[in-house]
């Protein structure tokens, strides 16, 4: 039964569905970059709300600024921007909902004015984002915005018609702040260490290229609360569709699948007001630095462990890392050895509680999150992901040499072959540049190393670094992954 809202009746009872009216809810949040993530985060949070009575203002409209939107806007607008939010876990208490929270979609190319107008609509509140974590044109280096993309030179020459999230963004709070309305908040989603400060600096960046007085009343008056997500959302396979049509008969154009685990930490700092989230678990801190450090180390750290020996050894999914003994050793390991020690205490967590159970949903074998998923555009990932911990383990003069094999093994991964002779395809917004450096030869690591976007100044400058690096792509090459990882388990330290 295809899914729309006249056949939300005939849903089998054990799926949950919108209590509420639709038709009532206002559009207070527009959100950029609706992928399987804000489906299955943010909006399901706005729904939980919703369904509780709460929120008729704070409905989503969803946004694409990229012409690969288009397939997501129609699959949606063809069922009433319903969806269907699978969760898949190793128990069988899992649930299946169908999702409401967003009432409409705009694909910038379709109409920017109409875009610009709907983000400087005084019922647009807040603006969410989740643009991945190379949408933020900063130099992770310098933090410095990259004013020279080409887009941005675009953005700048034609702010009428912008392409880029802060060519939008700050053609709608210009005509605010000429209108005298409150601007709305900035609130990244995306998995970016200080993710507000990110998307203000980059902000802030753009206008004061485009007009001072501006960047000085986005500086004063738009707000940027920094905040830890967390929820594992897979691509949406075919085999995932096939398998909720079986269960359900429900025929959704695009669902998304997640694991049952969710959790959100945001600083409450919103110029415009904000649904009251915390009714369905979300929390609300003046400081949310030491959870997301936790998150992104440990998390997407591992997931960055995980990912590139994974693929080199053949694996698909993040599960079948997890049953190969000998890679959740190293995996933990790096957790427990590289990462944690350089943790600041984060309060009402046991870490050792939360990596058990990270390595517990990285075990999911109903999701069956792809390790490719985890690879694509680590040029813009391990330097969020795995730099600030090798940064501090540098000064800190401590043991390198895990964290050089992750490094390492990303380097191998470019050839894109495994060790049982299968190819697979490296993505990367970065691809030739990167694969030009991981060119084996002569000069293989110092070029490598190089990639100043990747690795910055400090860490080729690190003569300890370098030497790890060296010694462990070399084995990688000459060894093979599995001998390379018990020389590396042998010398833990
Ligand atoms: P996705 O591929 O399903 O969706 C990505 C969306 O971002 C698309 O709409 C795409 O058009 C848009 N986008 C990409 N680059 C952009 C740019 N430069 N400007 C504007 N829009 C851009 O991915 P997803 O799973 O939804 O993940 C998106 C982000 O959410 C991640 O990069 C991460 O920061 C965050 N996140 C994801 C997960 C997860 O498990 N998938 C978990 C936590 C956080």
């Known amino acids: 039964m295809k899914l729309n809202t006249e056949n939300l009746s005939q849903l ?3 799926v949950v569905r919108p209590s509420y009216d ?5 559009q207070g949040i527009v959100h950029i970059g609706v992928g399987g993530f804000h489906r299955a985060h943010q909006a399901l949070y706005t729904e939980m709300l919703l369904n509780q009575g709460y929120a008729l203002d704070w409905g989503i409209c969803g946004v694409g600024l990229r012409s690969e939107d288009r397939a997501m806007k129609s699959a949606l607008a063809s069922q009433d921007y319903l969806y269907t939010l699978y969760e898949l876990g190793d128990t069988n208490d899992t649930q299946i909902q169908v999702v409401g929270a967003i009432g409409d979609f705009l694909l910038a190319e379709d ?3 109409a875009l610009i107008a709907k983000l400087a609509n005084p019922t647009t509140r807040i603006v969410s984002l989740t643009i991945t974590e190379g949408g933020y044109c900063t130099d992770d280096s310098t ?5 020279e993309l080409p887009e941005i030179r675009h953005d700048l020459e034609q702010p009428q018609a912008p392409k880029t999230v ?4 700050t053609a709608a709070l210009k005509l605010r702040r000429d209108a005298g309305l409150t601007p709305f908040t900035l609130m990244s989603c995306d998995n970016l260490p200080h993710n507000g400060q990110i998307a203000r600096k980059a902000l802030l960046g753009f206008a004061a290229l485009q007009d001072m007085q501006l960047h000085d009343w986005i500086a004063e008056n738009v707000s940027f609360p920094n905040a830890m997500v967390d929820r594992i959302t897979p691509m949406t396979s075919d085999a995932h569709r096939r398998q909720l049509r079986d269960e359900t008969g429900i025929e959704d154009a695009w669902p998304v699948v997640a694991e049952p685990y969710i959790q959100w930490v945001i600083e409450d700092k919103f110029a415009n007001g904000r649904p009251e989230w915390e009714v369905v678990g979300v929390q609300f801190t003046d400081n949310v630095t030491p959870y997301e450090e936790m998150k992104i180390g440990l998390l997407n750290g591992a997931h960055q462990a995980l990912a590139y020996l994974g693929a080199l050894l053949g ?3 993040t599960h079948e890392t997890m049953q190969d003994r000998q890679l959740r050793k190293f995996v933990r390991a790096y957790m427990d050895k590289d990462v944690t020690p350089l943790l600041a205490e984060v309060p009402g967590i046991d870490l050792d509680a939360y990596k058990d159970s990270l390595i517990e949903r990285f075990s999911n074998t109903a999701i069956c999150d792809q390790v490719s998923r985890i690879c694509y555009d680590a040029s813009s990932r391990l330097p969020k992901f795995v730099l600030p911990t090798l940064l501090k383990q540098i000064e800190a003069g401590r043991p390198l040499h895990r964290t050089a094999l992750i490094a390492a093994a990303w380097c191998h991964y470019q050839q894109g072959v495994d060790e049982k002779g299968n190819a697979f395809e490296v993505e990367d917004p970065r691809l030739e540049r990167v694969q030009q450096a991981a060119r084996c030869g002569d000069g293989q690591v110092e070029r490598f190393l190089a990639l100043d976007e990747v690795f910055g100044r400090k860490v080729p ?3 300890a670094f370098v030497a790890a690096f060296r010694l462990q792509l070399g084995r990688l090459q000459t060894l093979g992954v599995r001998r390379t990882l018990e020389l590396t388990m042998e010398g833990e330290g």
């Open 143 to 147: 933090g410095e915005f990259l004013a």
């Open 166 to 169: 802060f060519g939008f963004l």
């Open 315 to 317: 694996h698909s999914f």
């Open 111 to 113: 109409s920017p004015e």
């Open 22 to 26: 639709r038709c009532q809810v206002k």
């Open 12 to 14: 089998p009872a054990s």
């Open 461 to 463: 400058e690190s003569k």
